[in-house]
């Protein structure tokens, strides 16, 4: 079976400062990873997806994620914080291409002035 | 380009009425999804469709019931509402996983925030 954890459920940084929002998973099979954003009242949008091709991931608004096995995490984590940041963010799991993706509980991010 | 669309937006029910959300995408996705999003919990699958004709339960479908009659729409009905199913409730689609890629990222509508009295 998988499984998703989202380390903290409420992160706060500075404008300016870096981010850094804890996944850990667990999975029987060589696993599909997604980082999702979520803005108040909208929909979840893809920030990330890893494939596999590379451990580094690269997505839109300056976020990346690593994809480390052997500690069977997937951090996200951004240089430097912009207020429009601030939403809660979604770490996703699903393994065996079954179509069936699990969602961490979220994280809320804070961005300070 | 509208990609998924939820009608209704909003909705108050009183306990043991029925009513049914729609989904629809536009881009001819085969896979589509109904999740619920509860504060603290994440989004957990009610149902999901990996084509025309075909459903699925997911991890929370009790009191729910799904019909996918044509590939672009996606009906969830609540056949006698309780107050536990307050909630906002979210459509996805994707295509379906590619062997060399792994799972298709999901395309959400904007959600239809349910409460029940």
């Known amino acids: 079976a998988q499984s998703v954890t989202q380390l903290d459920s409420h992160v706060s940084v500075s404008e300016g400062t870096p981010v850094l929002l804890r996944c850990n998973y667990s999975?029987?099979?060589?696993?599909?990873l997604f980082w999702y954003v979520q803005h108040p009242n909208k929909g979840l949008q893809l920030l990330l997806k890893?494939?596999?091709?590379?451990?580094l991931v690269k997505g839109i608004n300056g976020f990346e994620a690593e994809f480390k096995k052997s500690e069977t995490s997937f951090h996200l984590t951004k240089p430097s914080a912009h207020m429009s940041d601030a939403a809660e963010y979604f770490c996703?799991?699903?393994?065996?291409?079954?179509?069936?993706?699990?969602f961490g509980q979220g994280t809320t991010l804070q961005v300070k002035p | 380009n509208a990609g998924v669309t939820q009608t209704p937006k909003f909705r108050v029910l009183k306990t043991g009425q029925s009513m049914t959300l729609l989904c629809a995408q536009d881009?001819?996705?085969?896979?589509m999804y109904w999740y619920r999003q509860d504060p603290g919990m994440g989004l957990r699958l009610i149902h999901y469709?990996?084509?025309?004709?075909?459903?699925a339960k997911g991890e929370v479908p009790d009191g729910y019931n799904v019909s996918r009659l044509k590939k672009q729409n996606f009906l969830l009905g609540l056949e006698s509402a309780a107050p536990s199913q307050t909630s906002v409730y979210f459509c996805?689609?994707?295509?379906?996983?590619?062997?060399?890629?792994?799972?298709?990222?999901?395309?959400f509508g904007n959600g239809t925030r349910l409460t029940v009295t």
């Open positions: 881009m001819n996705h085969e896979y």
């Open positions: 890893y494939t596999s091709a590379a451990t």
């Open positions: 996703v799991v699903s393994a065996s291409n079954t179509g069936k993706l699990i």
């Open positions: 999975s029987s099979y060589s696993p599909s």
């Open positions: 996805a689609s994707s295509y379906a996983p590619d062997p060399g890629t792994g799972n298709s990222p999901l395309h």
């Open positions: 469709s990996v084509g025309e004709g075909t459903t």
